[in-house]
Structure formats: structure tokens, C-alpha cells
């Protein structure tokens, strides 16, 4: 399966932020897209999640022969800023969603064996989720995509304020999802897209550029790609 984004573009006014953009992602990986704050990844997530009206071009998913539209149930979207109803404990919550998805998700599972699995502690599970940490809140949005299993996982810098053990089991959390699906994680650290990501992605200037992953290990082409980044605040 490829996820095929087709000349897009977006504008805010006079500034033109995705530039008749063309890119392939294939399924079984995770992709790093690289920029820096501003350049515009959130941007290109909102058009892709259909949250933000694109001004030109398409996106559409290829399996085999056959082309098809991205419909809502294939997207899976992690936001850097966790969004969960508050009001609701991570139990209910749960419940909530897997009720509301009765007879859609595959061989369902008992709530807890879900909490355990994204290592949520039994003396949090009932609490409200207005207690949670951003950290928290962060793998209950990562658990609802892992029960949904969506064709393509957009997931917005959702690492950055973690501490570094909850950000070690979500980067070993995603490299057990990736078989099937495509994993779009955009990033501006340069590192941890080189560590956790198959493939990486500039977003520079508005446009996608695919980077030769082995080159990374070179200091000169690191300092190349900085450079690059460097010119997009210019």
C-alpha cells in the first residue's frame, strides 16, 4: 500500500507554506519529517487529516492496481498537544471508544489488558484524565490509534515534552506498530528522527525532499541538512 500526496498546496494569505508538494509513502515504515517550527509539518497534517481545506491537489491511497480516496477511518492523528475529554476517566473513556466501535475493532480486548499494554499504571486507569500528565494524556491518544489501527498514523512531535523513559516505550511502541501501515512522525530534532525513523523527510521552503538516511553518519551532511533549516527562518 502507498500513500501518494499529489501536487498539494496551501497559502495563508501572500505565504505560500506547503509549494505544489509530491511525495510516496509506503506502508511498513516510519517516516521522519524533518523542520524546523513553523515550517509548516503541522500545516501539512491538518490538510492530510482533511481538518484544513488544501488550495490545490490530492491525496489518495494505492493498493496494487487500484486507487481510492483517504477516507476518515484511515487516519490516525496524534496531536503534540494532547486533546482527551477531561471529563472522563481513562476507563471510561476507553470504554466510550470501544463501544462506539463495537463490532469494527478486531478481537477486542478486556480494558485493562489495553492499559497494560501501554504500561498505564491500575491506580490511573480511574482517575479523571484532567489529572493526567502530558505524558499521560499522550498514550491515551497513542492507545485509541492502536486499537483503531488506521492505514496511516500522523503523529505531530508527540515525544517532545515526554521524560525519557515514556519517550523510549513510545518510540518502541512504534516500531512494533509499523508492519502495515504508514507512520508519518514529523519532527524538528535531527537525532531522533535519525534513531527511531526508516526514512526521513525534509520539509524545507514549503516542499518535500526524500534524505539518503546512510549519509547521516557524515558530520558534513548533518551540517548540510542544519543548513538547509537554518534558510527556512531566513
Same mark, same amino acid.
Given at each position: 500500500?502507498? =500513500?501518494? $500526496?499529489?501536487?498539494?498546496?496551501?497559502?495563508?494569505?501572500?505565504?505560500?507554506?506547503?509549494?505544489?508538494?509530491?511525495?510516496?509513502?509506503?506502508?511498513?515504515? $516510519?517516516?521522519?519529517?524533518?523542520?524546523?517550527?513553523? %515550517?509548516?509539518?503541522?500545516?501539512?497534517?491538518?490538510?492530510?487529516?482533511?481538518?484544513?481545506?488544501?488550495?490545490?491537489?490530492?491525496?489518495?491511497?494505492?493498493?496494487?492496481?487500484?486507487?481510492?480516496?483517504?477516507?476518515?477511518?484511515?487516519?490516525?492523528?496524534?496531536?503534540?498537544?494532547?486533546?482527551?475529554?477531561?471529563?472522563?476517566?481513562?476507563? #471510561?473513556?476507553?470504554?466510550?471508544?470501544?463501544?462506539?466501535?463495537?463490532?469494527?475493532?478486531?478481537?477486542?480486548?478486556?480494558?485493562? %489488558?489495553?492499559?497494560?499494554?501501554?504500561?498505564?499504571?491500575?491506580?490511573?486507569?480511574?482517575?479523571?484524565?484532567?489529572?493526567?500528565?502530558?505524558?499521560?494524556?499522550?498514550?491515551?491518544?497513542?492507545? $485509541?490509534?492502536? $486499537?483503531?489501527?488506521?492505514?496511516?498514523?500522523?503523529?505531530?512531535?508527540?515525544?517532545?515534552?515526554?521524560?525519557?523513559?515514556?519517550?523510549?516505550?513510545?518510540?518502541?511502541?512504534?516500531r512494533s506498530l509499523k508492519t502495515d501501515r504508514i507512520t508519518i =512522525?514529523?519532527?524538528?530534532?535531527?537525532?531522533?528522527?535519525?534513531?527511531?525513523?526508516?526514512?526521513?523527510?525534509?520539509?524545507?521552503?514549503?516542499?518535500?525532499?526524500?534524505?539518503?538516511?546512510?549519509?547521516?553518519?557524515?558530520?558534513?551532511?548533518?551540517?548540510?541538512?542544519?543548513? %538547509?533549516?537554518?534558510? #527556512?527562518?531566513?
Open positions: 500500500m502507498n =500513500f501518494i $500526496i499529489d501536487h498539494l498546496s496551501k497559502s495563508f494569505e501572500t505565504k505560500k507554506v506547503l509549494r505544489d508538494i509530491n511525495f510516496t509513502f509506503e506502508s511498513g515504515k $516510519i517516516y521522519g519529517l524533518l523542520g524546523r517550527n513553523g %515550517a509548516g509539518k503541522t500545516t501539512l497534517f491538518n490538510c492530510l487529516n482533511k481538518d484544513m481545506k488544501a488550495d490545490g491537489g490530492s491525496f489518495y491511497l494505492e493498493e496494487g492496481a487500484s486507487r481510492r480516496d483517504v477516507v476518515p477511518d484511515d487516519i490516525g492523528y496524534v496531536l503534540s498537544t494532547p486533546t482527551v475529554p477531561e471529563f472522563l476517566t481513562g476507563r #471510561e473513556f476507553l470504554k466510550f471508544f470501544l463501544d462506539i466501535h463495537e463490532g469494527e475493532i478486531e478481537n477486542p480486548m478486556p480494558l485493562d %489488558a489495553y492499559f497494560d499494554f501501554m504500561s498505564i499504571e491500575p491506580e490511573d486507569r480511574d482517575k479523571l484524565m484532567k489529572t493526567y500528565s502530558h505524558g499521560m494524556k499522550n498514550k491515551m491518544q497513542m492507545l $485509541i490509534n492502536v $486499537i483503531a489501527r488506521p492505514n496511516i498514523l500522523l503523529l505531530d512531535e508527540p515525544l517532545t515534552s515526554l521524560d525519557v523513559v515514556m519517550a523510549e516505550e513510545m518510540k518502541e511502541l512504534l =512522525f514529523s519532527t524538528h530534532l535531527l537525532d531522533l528522527a535519525v534513531d527511531l525513523c526508516d526514512e526521513i523527510v525534509l520539509l524545507s521552503h514549503g516542499e518535500l525532499e526524500s534524505v539518503d538516511k546512510s549519509n547521516l553518519d557524515d558530520q558534513e551532511f548533518k551540517e548540510k541538512i542544519i543548513a %538547509a533549516l537554518k534558510e #527556512e527562518s531566513l
